[in-house]
């Protein structure tokens, strides 16, 4: 193969309800980032540059759980946290608990390069984007009505939002669902302790190869639906939500504690380099095989221009791009 | 093998000059944490629950940079953070950015048994240590006259604090090192006489052959606030699962672009290496241009050391009763 490759995704976990043309809005958003991101690697654009490009576009624009349209804690706020991750070297920037920046993904790459550090949060990362002079807007910017009213719903369901299920006591694994909570809409499918109708997909996510086999990641969200202040997940988190390499890139989306105790992307990129998998062989296995009880989902490429996907969840919002002209959308 | 067996490490990184009283005074709370912790498995305990009491010891404890003792920010305060993982069932907590918390292991260990979440951080973590009712006190608590000084030393030497060194564009690998002062060891920019050794940790694996992990940190002598470093990171600068138990210590940012921890059981998972085999080659080959070192237990009962810096502060118990601590 060879050649460039990008893939892009808005969140795994999908309501199966979802209206026709919410589901259009998703492919449409999808399609247009994804052709921003192919441009920009036909131009010859390096993978950390497009990552970071295409990441902005998704958190500015208000569908995908982002920048506008994060999901909102449980008083009501928004804080934001993103990382970056540039295969070539494994730098890496991240932040997290940002509540005025416009672009995440972008004081992710800032502190990066432009910082002593790998990750700053909160107080010290909203200072560290003024003096920047990063795009800085009111908190109220983000929320949207329709997150308002998720969140309403959220709190009357009156479930307790788990990252994942406690184990009962004297059982062995992780698969005992002792601690789900409250409000389980009958039969239905949840996620993180919550119906899928009220759940937000979390997170967007792009990761790409470039002209010259250089892979990068980037991961930016709002987070999970009436968290605690201060609540951090997965996407901030290298080798969790996104990683880098030489081989590879991942950017992972689901349910933040089983994303974190499997170290989801950094684990792809082990099954390749110690296991001598195939990047989509990495992927199907770190899906089956690391999660437990966790639902969640992944887009990759390698540096050989392949892409590829993974998700025990019902639907991913994703899509991909190749050098040769393929390019798709989907949802299911 | 098989049977328990217990490592701590208080820091990797010692300036060769330190004297020999502190050296001493290392080795005794060394020692006594140990001490703690053996007999915590002799009795019976799990491997979660001693990790926690002993890194509690050395939190305690001015002599190491983790609770009281811990490193200044650039605003002369305490910012603290922790992270504990449990290999039975890969269950995981963490917190940053405390300011109160007398002990951050032990909040971190709520956030994974009595939140809905994994990981918090800053006021959110700090409220949560409310709502829990846990021990807390004023920040000044934390602060001790020698680490005052250190940080005006580190100013003074007017380096910038990196986590890495960053790599000259059009170079390929991380080597390059841009702001070094001239000869003499370096760790994080600093020269190795002011830089505070980060970092307090504890793996054990107990008679059922769990393991566990937790480490505790000050984090950076003159970082940024809000700076979060590896401790507190699942997969960094901790880690635990069926096979093993990692605890990192060193430059935070090679920690987590290696994902040190989790590294080494991925290598014995997926590569089949023992347990030294793959500290070894998880230090050697992870790390390019960083230093770092780790404390590592199998599910057998083994203990490893890894360090590429010159000295870690370290000490492990078996049950067999070998007990061994150094530094260098």
Same mark, same amino acid.
């Given at each position: 193969m060879g050649g460039w490759a990008i893939a892009v995704h808005g969140g795994a976990g999908v309501d199966p309800c979802l209206p026709a043309e919410r589901q259009e809005e998703a492919r449409r958003v999808l399609s247009r980032c994804l052709k921003l991101g192919a441009a920009a690697?036909?131009?010859?654009?390096?993978?950390?540059?497009?990552?970071?490009?295409?990441?902005?576009?998704?958190?500015?624009?208000p569908v995908f759980n982002s920048g506008r349209g994060s999901a909102l804690t449980r008083r009501g706020t928004v804080e934001m946290e993103a990382s970056i991750m540039d295969g070539r070297g494994r730098r890496c920037g991240a932040v997290s608990g940002l509540s005025t920046v416009k672009n995440p993904v972008s004081l992710a790459r800032l502190v990066m390069e432009r910082s002593p550090h790998s990750y700053l949060a909160f107080d010290g990362a909203e200072d560290f984007a003024r003096e920047q002079g990063v795009e800085t807007v009111d908190n109220s910017y983000f929320i949207t009505e329709e997150n308002v009213g998720?969140?309403?719903?959220?709190?009357?369901?009156?479930?307790?939002?788990?990252?994942?299920?406690?184990?009962i006591p004297g059982v062995d694994s992780c698969s005992a669902s002792a601690g789900l909570i409250g409000a389980k809409a009958e039969g239905g499918l949840q996620m993180n302790g919550l119906p899928i109708s009220i759940y937000a997909p979390e997170t967007v996510g792009c990761v790409v190869v470039d002209n010259n086999r250089w892979c990068a990641a980037a991961t930016s969200t709002g987070g999970l639906m009436n968290k605690m202040?201060?609540?951090?997940?997965?996407?901030?988190?290298?080798? &969790?939500?996104?990683? #880098?390499? +030489?081989?590879?890139?991942?950017?992972?989306?689901? !349910? @933040?504690? $089983?994303?974190?105790?499997?170290?989801?992307?950094?684990?792809?990129a082990?099954?390749?380099?110690?296991?001598?998998? &195939?990047?989509?062989? #990495?992927? +199907?296995?770190?899906?089956?095989?690391?999660?437990? !009880? @966790?639902? $969640?989902?992944?887009?990759?490429?390698?540096?050989?221009?392949?892409?590829?996907?993974?998700?025990?969840?019902?639907?991913?919002?994703?899509?991909?791009?190749?050098?040769?002209?393929?390019?798709?959308?989907?949802?299911?």
């Open positions: 690697l036909q131009a010859g654009l390096t993978a950390v540059d497009v990552v970071e490009m295409v990441v902005r576009e998704l958190e500015t624009d998720m969140l309403k719903l959220a709190k009357e369901a009156n479930s307790i939002m788990f990252d994942y299920r406690v184990p202040s201060g609540r951090i997940g997965d996407s901030p988190l290298i080798g &969790s939500g996104t990683y #880098a390499c +030489d081989v590879c890139a991942v950017s992972c989306t689901g !349910e @933040g504690e $089983a994303i974190i105790r499997s170290t989801l992307a950094r684990d792809v082990a099954l390749m380099e110690y296991k001598g998998l &195939s990047l989509q062989e #990495a992927v +199907d296995y770190a899906i089956k095989e690391r999660l437990d !009880e @966790g639902k $969640a989902g992944l887009i990759a490429v390698s540096r050989n221009g392949e892409v590829a996907y993974g998700f025990n969840t019902v639907g991913m919002f994703r899509g991909s791009a190749t050098q040769d002209g393929f390019m798709e959308v989907g949802i299911w």
